[in-house]
């Protein structure tokens, strides 16, 4: 199962236009989490005493680890987050807050260093931003020291189209010029 984390929210979102064109012809089952359909809970003191709670007593089918174990059942995962001040969308954070758990997506050696407990091979990351000031270390590295450093994601691919919103920029030729670069799942 490809996992599409859609984090995009724009009806007609070009990020969105990419990651669909990434799975257009995938053989796979895509199972879509539209994050701005999600209520995530606050993860204040309350939240974490309980889901520290949870995990504690190894209560991983509670409801609370649902996204947790989503992601890290899913063979292959595609994230789209268009690039927002300097990041991604908050809801992107927010996502990730609730599926970094210990004993689900992670777990941590004898010395307290993170292993990966996901099954996904790869990781797509695919943005677009409007102007051409996009450094990786941001949004994408982000994503990418946690897919590998704490997943255990080893391949982490960026899909982007940049400069969408420069004067005098073809933005249909930008976007379809980075979809001759993308390869197939």
Known sequence: MILFINACVRKNSRTKKLA??????????????????????????????????LISAGEYDNAVFDLARQFAEADKIVIAAPFWDLSFPSALKEYFEQINVLG???????????????????????????????????????????????????????????GLDIYGADEDKILLDCMKEIKPI
């Not at 990434?22 to 309980?50: C, G, H, M, T």
């Not at 099954?119 to 941001?138: C, H, M, N, Q, R």
């Open 20 to 53: 669909d064109y990434l799975l257009e012809n995938v053989k796979e089952q895509v199972e879509e989490l539209r994050l701005s359909d999600i209520n995530f809970p606050e993860v204040d003191e309350a939240f974490l005493v309980k889901r520290d709670a």
């Open 104 to 162: 689900v997506t992670f777990g941590y050696s004898a010395e307290g260093i993170p292993f990966g407990l996901c099954k996904a091979s790869e990781l797509y990351y695919v943005t677009t931003a409007g102007g051409d000031f996009i450094p990786e270390e941001y949004g994408f590295g982000y994503v990418k020291a946690l897919a590998q450093s704490f997943y255990g994601i080893p391949d982490v691919k960026l899909i982007k189209a940049a």
